[in-house]
């Protein structure tokens, strides 16, 4: 019979590839440290890859104050396409000319986000509507109407612009949803735009540079050696 470890504790940085959700990512380390809990703070999208915070065993608890820190992401958006998902994993609903616009245009427009905005959450998220997920919903074609809510962009940085793509650096209030930002901005823009590429660099004060790699995830072993102990978090998550 496996041993099940209930006196392992901590939070576990992770390097998500794509390709995989969340959900399973936490489930596979529940599974090999064979723990009764663990789960993540903050879910990344299927194909997004980068930072997420696995909290096992008592550290489950902190779970709110670690989604609450700010984020930042490495993203790139593809200019001239909205899909349904607002990623290249939905449905192309249209497309239109971008040879009119420029990185001057992209940039001065990148500035207006800036601060407090108000953001609809997308129909393809993990937001609860009656106990059903959104995504679940618009996966049948239902719309649901969602209330705006008040985030913070920090940052908003155009890193560079060619061929159509838009490669960005944000860093934002927990609750922002990047696949929206790229909606948004493709509005204004007025050709539309999607997610092509999307990567947390940060939670806080924690760095995807220092995480584990998602395939040396392979051991009870090498997962506990990579964990942060439950009573330094404490310190760290207030």
Do not use: W
Request: hydrophobic share 40%.
């Amino acid at each position: 019979m496996a041993q099940i470890y209930d006196d392992i504790s901590g939070l576990l940085l992770l390097d998500k590839p794509s390709n995989i959700t969340s959900f399973k990512v936490a489930h596979r380390i529940k599974r090999i440290l064979n723990v009764k809990k663990a789960g993540h703070c903050g879910t990344l999208d299927p194909a997004a890859t980068g930072l997420l915070l696995i909290l096992v065993g008592k550290a489950t608890k902190l779970q709110d104050r670690f989604m609450k820190k700010d984020k930042v992401y490495i993203s790139s958006f593809l200019l001239g396409m909205i899909t349904d998902s607002g990623d290249l994993d939905g449905n192309i609903v249209s497309r239109s000319n971008i040879s009119n616009i420029d990185i001057k245009v992209i940039k001065a427009l990148a500035k207006t986000f800036k601060g407090e905005v108000f953001q609809t959450p997308p129909m393809y998220s993990a937001l609860k509507y009656n106990g059903k997920k959104l995504y679940e919903f618009a996966r049948q074609g239902v719309e649901i109407e969602r209330k705006s809510r008040e985030i913070m962009i920090k940052r908003f940085d155009i890193l560079s612009y060619n061929d159509g793509i838009v490669r960005v650096r944000i860093e934002c209030s927990s609750g922002t949803y990047i696949r929206t930002l790229a909606q948004d901005l493709g509005n204004v823009l007025k050709c539309g735009a999607t997610v092509k590429m999307l990567r947390r660099e940060k939670i806080g004060i924690f760095d995807v540079k220092d995480a584990l790699k998602f395939e040396e995830a392979d051991s009870a072993d090498k997962i506990i050696k990579n964990l942060i102990p439950f009573k330094e978090l404490l310190s760290i998550s207030s």
